[in-house]
């Protein structure tokens, strides 16, 4: 029997959250462990760390909006046992497909702000955080 890890989706991502500068520089420098789990009613993947995966300008765009002193930080997540939503079982991950913005032109599916989310239940499961590279 082959180890779940050969399975066809990615086995590590690359996640960025955004939030403010105090709280980034606090997780890299290790002062604090992880970053707060999200457990609002409207959390769509459920209660947890939530990130854009290889996404940083959305996490910049969130955090401009929401946060005096904006600042992304970005996540190595290894995702386990990652649900799929299509499968019911004991999960460290949720990973899934948010449309939204303005459809792209005339009735497009594709729209100006879709991307992907990862919901890290198991804080375990994030291998490391780091400061990821402005373009200038």
Known sequence: MYKHEYSASPVIAYGFHGTDEKCAYD???????HLSKSENTWDWLGTGIYFWEA???RAWEWAKEHKKNPAVI???ISLGNCLNLLEEKPYDTVRGVFWEGQALYPSASFR?????????????????????????
């Not at 997780?27 to 462990?33: Q, T």
């Open 55 to 57: 996404n940083p300008q």
């Open 27 to 33: 997780v890299i420098l290790g002062k604090i462990p």
């Open 112 to 136: 100006e702000k879709n991307h992907i989310q990862i919901c890290v239940r198991n804080p375990e499961r994030i291998l490391g955080y780091f400061n990821p590279f402005k373009d200038n």
């Open 74 to 76: 970005g996540a190595i």
